[in-house]
């Protein structure tokens, strides 16, 4: 998909750069595993990226982004425009080494998902079938935090591939203490989140912003 990004910064990262983050610490390959298109809207105060996931694994991980936190704990919407897409997703109340919640949204095209207040986040291309494309929506003011996924070797789960669309999850032993991986879909979204407001003003919207409200457990 060459042509996925028109108007935005470009950003590629490769295998060699997501080395810290894999299950597979001798991992000797290198080549792209997704783009980033910065800014290829915006929208007042948002901007709208695009994420390229490519096709090939991991060694047993599925492709995956490095994860990151918002520095202020901002929600952010994705939206899958092609492929399929698995969002691993987690928090912790004080130690970044103990998650009380962790969570994999199975999301297919035509999905949106919020990542909530608080939560951190990988996005993985569930089908290496094809390409993932994701689009999402996010307040220009939000700062990506990377360092505690530097420092735990990647997110509390690694999602493995088991062939023919199969994934397992892999405790990362990184962590002190886990939380056990719970499977969610993505409910449609309220008509009270349209408007994306709740990207501006989050703190008028945390009573919609909750797990319960957003997802369906599987």
Known sequence: MENFCSQGQREVKRASELKAVL????????????????????????????????????GRELPKTFGHYHLHQEPE???????????????????????????????????????????????????????????????????????????????????????????QAERNDNYKEVAPLIVLRPKILSSELENLNFLIQPEKYRNFLTIDNLYKKL
């Open 23 to 58: 299950s597979d610490k001798n991992f000797p390959d290198d080549f792209v595993v997704y783009e980033v298109c910065r800014a290829e809207k915006r929208k007042g105060d948002l901007r709208y990226d695009l994420t390229l996931i490519q096709r090939k694994l991991l």
């Open 77 to 167: 919407l994705y939206e899958i425009l092609s492929g399929s897409v698995n969002f691993l997703i987690q928090r912790y109340e004080v130690d970044p080494l103990i998650i009380s919640e962790a969570y994999l949204i199975e999301a297919q095209k035509g999905d949106r998902v919020i990542i909530p207040f608080g939560f951190g986040m990988v996005s993985i291309n569930s089908n290496i079938n094809e390409e993932a494309l994701i689009g999402n929506w996010i307040n220009n003011s939000t700062v990506n935090s990377y360092d505690f996924f530097q420092e735990c070797r990647g997110a509390c789960y690694y999602i493995l591939n088991r062939g023919e669309g199969v994934w």
